[in-house]
């Protein structure tokens, strides 16, 4: 059975003259293995763009949306297990009694204005076409000239049932009120940055060990 027809698509067009698409969370787009819930894998050539957080397989030298999600149970790329959540996917960094995800998303923002001595300025406030603005197709197009994305990238574990979010250590403390002291010493002790993935993946390594 053909893939076209068992994933029904939406079409894009082609990135910009530059070549250049940092919308997508990887820098090229690789084959990947798609497993869908029938057991069927379905071999394409992908890359995941965090600014709409949706899949996007390429074909005849065209950009693709992977739209039917319903029916895909695991994306394997660039070495990296994708699963679907809702309309996204989510990065699946740990498999255990307590699993951690990672929602990669990506921010539309100004450069910026100089401010001497070759700084930017950037200011607090998103791009002036937000991305409720912003169509998908406008986004899988080209990037603005003024404009870079940001990586805005959201951890979630999923705890007794519901998944919980979080991007800093006040915000996971909050989730494990009852273990709150000994994960603070666990941090102290092993130096845990949030913005490192392997850090977070020990620490919540740490977490199962003591459930």
């Known amino acids: 059975m053909a893939f076209i027809t068992i994933l029904p698509v939406a079409l894009f ?21 798609i497993i869908l819930k029938d057991g069927q894998v379905q071999p394409q050539v992908m890359n995941y763009n965090t600014l709409t957080e949706r899949m996007v397989y390429m074909e005849g030298g065209k950009y693709y949306d992977l739209l039917s999600h319903i029916l895909i149970d695991t994306v394997y790329m660039q070495n990296c297990k994708f699963i679907p959540y809702g309309k996204i996917f989510h990065e699946v960094l740990l498999s255990d009694k ?6 990669h998303k990506g921010e ?12 930017k300025s950037q200011g607090a406030t998103s791009y002036y076409l937000s991305k409720h603005e912003l169509s998908p197709e406008y986004i ?42 000994e994960i603070k010493d666990f941090i ?12 977070i993946i020990n620490l919540v390594k740490y977490i199962n060990s003591l459930e």
């Open 188 to 199: 102290k002790k092993e130096h845990i940055k949030f913005d490192k993935k392997d850090e």
């Open 108 to 119: 539309l923002v100004p450069v910026g204005n100089p401010v001497g001595y070759g700084g």
């Open 13 to 33: 067009s082609q990135p910009g003259n530059s070549g250049e698409m940092p919308q997508y969370l990887f820098p090229e787009f690789s084959k990947c293995d």
């Open 140 to 181: 899988n197009i080209q990037i603005p000239p003024d404009a870079i994305v940001k990586a805005n990238p959201v951890y979630l574990i999923r705890n007794e049932g519901e998944m919980l979010s979080f991007k800093n250590k006040k915000q996971f403390l909050a989730i494990f009120p009852d273990i709150e002291n």
């Open 98 to 103: 307590i699993p951690l995800f990672l929602q």
